[in-house]
Nanobody, 122 residues
Framework: QVRVMESGGGLVPPGGSLRLSCAASGSISMINAMGWYRQDPGKQRELVAGITGSGRTNYAASVEGRFTISRDNAKNTIYLQMNSLKIDDTAVYYC????????????????WGQGTLVTVSS
């Protein structure tokens, strides 16, 4: 089984910063992509930032220039540095991992973390 675990959420005032971490573990042959989604109650889940196996990154327009996704391949871990946080950034942030398994058949799987809550409030 492949799983991911997020951490780093919390309460921060507007304009503040947080760094989220997500570590993938399990029988992983290759990670194709990892990234961050977020969701508020009553809203659809949206992609915040992603990074491919080749290192290509993409960001939601609403966070471009404020958030930075990075990775530590040796640890199968990604990070989301969140700066200049806004109240609208408040959400549960979910890590995902698209990976090829070391066993279990061909093709890739997508695994989601349990989420970490980011609350931006004064």
């Amino acid at each position: 089984q492949v799983r991911v675990m997020e951490s780093g959420g919390g309460l921060v005032p507007p304009g503040g910063s947080l760094r989220l971490s997500c570590a993938a573990s399990g029988s992983i042959s290759m990670i194709n992509a990892m990234g961050w989604y977020r969701q508020d109650p009553g809203k659809q889940r949206e992609l915040v930032a992603g990074i491919t196996g080749s290192g290509r990154t993409n960001y939601a327009a609403s966070v471009e220039g404020r958030f930075t996704i990075s990775r530590d391949n040796a640890k199968n871990t990604i990070y989301l540095q969140m700066n200049s946080l806004k109240i609208d950034d408040t959400a549960v942030y979910y890590c995902y991992c698209n990976a090829e398994l070391a066993a279990g058949g061909p093709g890739s799987i997508e695994v989601w973390g349990q989420g970490t809550l980011v609350t931006v409030s004064s």
